[in-house]
């Protein structure tokens, strides 16, 4: 009766004559092993075929998907994006949460150990560097999902173009006659909150509009921020027509900090936003914002991912997709209230 | 050297002189194979130990969660409920969708059998009925998470206090003083539909109000149907002084009706959610709403697909963990304006 024959790494240390742990550091590429040891087990590995992953005809048929946390609103669009080609390619999607700590983090990889998976999908910034390492020795293809253009990892990332959605949302505000327009930017250390506030910059230089610093408030992307920071362009002696804020969540909070105030979108003050999730076109008034395409981009994360583990190469280090203006009801021209 | 011997369909198949998809019938328990074929496949089968399913000291560590549509607004708390005991517990949650459609579950279905799973939790009311019995013939554990109320599968079952949050979101505002209060259902075809309705007449007829047909709408949770809902109920001779929007989609709907009518919220017309979706405490105004603890309703489908993974019992076929009210501030007295 045929079957198909597998070294285990038991068997490995068994006629290594050392502990099955030290077989497991080995294979890992974990550094705590004496080099003779190490020599010694390679070469048996070698000589048996032993494989980490498994050979093409026999993958997985798993991708691993990694958030910081599920409950980013960018989490759903991607995991859509993600499902829609792994399970037409017959391949699942394990979802993963690490929380930015180093405990989930290490769980996670010791769990991805446990069982194969063709390639890695992460959207996060934060993994550590040691995490970043170990993955790597894994062999296991990574890809990385990065809109918020932070990432150092040395991997095939997707991030979308932040610089042209601060232009386009900031051009589109100038067309309908703006010319005082406050902007709420984005945690300073993100590149992509500077590239939306460079879009937003260079737009008004092109319209031959001064800029004015004080039309600049700080925020973090958080609902909160947008909300103060609003506020705090609200009560400026020359106060702006028009508030462009650089993530939808802020954009939500200086909506409600407006309503607050007994102005009224757009016929008082516009409001344009920066990410289009799902829900803004349910605010209210419905959201003018700048889409990412986070489903698209998941989506080619995916078939990137898939095309790594079948050994095929990936045409770009870095690929951003187009963000587009999309047009709702919380802009209008100045003065039209 | 020592290595693990596993038989294959292959090899079974060439022993019983019958082709590779006929064994695969047997396996999945299919019932379009000859009677003597089966029992000389399934003699094989046990002669030589073969498993489908991997055995207790051998799981697949992996838990399958299958939504209808990954978009659904419940779909991401869901998953990071899922995602918090399954990591704990060293599994990983492979996330799928089956957009209600034959063809996708199919193919779900078959990628399921393509690799092993320790448990189903299917967030879905739509499975058709020959994929519930290949399911139950696969001898996967299975629970559902059934926010509707609607499933007929024989599983353990996960709802929410549906009634019981129709009778508190109306008691909220029977308490500020309401008595003209505006209903907007969900689809009759719905059990939980049905349960918030009854749940909003059993607290007006406590408190003495005399119900009135015409201020019950029909919606479908969805927010065009809140917009149209409540615009209906507006255009009454004596319109409500308060809406109740069965889900928080039609609320949102609802607002932006009130609002385009010139009405604020609340000092106008007060408005009641259902769901406590993430995106509702940034609504403008924040929107009072009824919880559903989907995080929660995750939480307790994963431990119980992962006690059933273990082979051990669970407790009651059909668990309704509580709903509750979340006041914020599109409530407030009528005539409060």
């Given at each position: 009766m045929p079957g198909a024959r597998k070294v285990t790494i038991t068997a490995i240390a068994r006629e290594a004559g050392v502990s099955v742990p030290t077989v497991s550091r080995v294979v890992n590429g974990r550094a705590d092993v004496a080099p003779e040891t190490r020599a010694r087990v390679e070469e048996l590995l070698q000589r048996y075929g032993y494989r980490r992953r498994a050979a093409p005809g026999d993958r997985a048929a798993l991708v691993d998907l990694v958030f910081n946390d599920i409950d980013s609103p960018w989490a759903v669009e991607i995991i859509r994006g993600v499902e829609e080609v792994t399970h037409a390619s017959a391949v699942g999607t394990v979802v993963s949460a690490i929380?930015?700590?180093s405990g989930p983090a290490r769980q996670w990889l010791n769990n991805l150990r446990a069982r194969a998976s063709d390639g890695v999908i992460l959207v996060t910034s934060a993994l550590e560097p040691v995490l970043h390492k170990e993955l790597h020795r894994l062999g296991v293809p990574i890809v990385v999902v990065d809109p918020a253009g932070s990432t150092t990892l040395d991997a095939p990332t997707i991030g979308a173009t932040n610089w042209a959605g601060g232009l386009a949302a900031t051009e589109h505000l100038l067309h309908q006659g703006h010319r005082r327009i406050g902007f709420i930017a984005g945690p300073p250390r993100l590149l992509c909150s500077r590239a939306r506030l460079d879009g937003y910059r260079a737009a008004l230089e092109a319209a031959g509009v001064t800029g004015d610093d004080r039309l600049v408030a700080q925020g973090d992307f958080y609902h909160r921020s947008g909300f103060t920071g609003c506020n705090t362009l609200m009560e400026l002696?020359?106060?702006?027509?028009?508030v462009f804020a650089s993530s939808d969540q802020m954009a939500l909070g200086a909506i409600e900090a407006l309503r607050r105030r007994g102005l009224r979108v757009p016929q008082d003050v516009s409001v344009v936003g920066f990410d289009?999730?799902?829900e803004v076109k349910w605010s209210s008034p419905p959201l003018t914002t700048v889409r990412q395409p986070l489903a698209e981009m998941g989506k080619l994360a995916a078939r990137t991912v898939l095309r790594l583990a079948r050994g095929e190469d990936v045409d770009s280090p870095r690929v951003e997709l187009a963000t587009e203006l999309v047009v709702r009801s919380s802009t209008a021209a100045p003065g039209e209230g």
């Open positions: 929380h930015d700590r002696p020359e106060p702006p027509t028009a289009d999730l799902p």
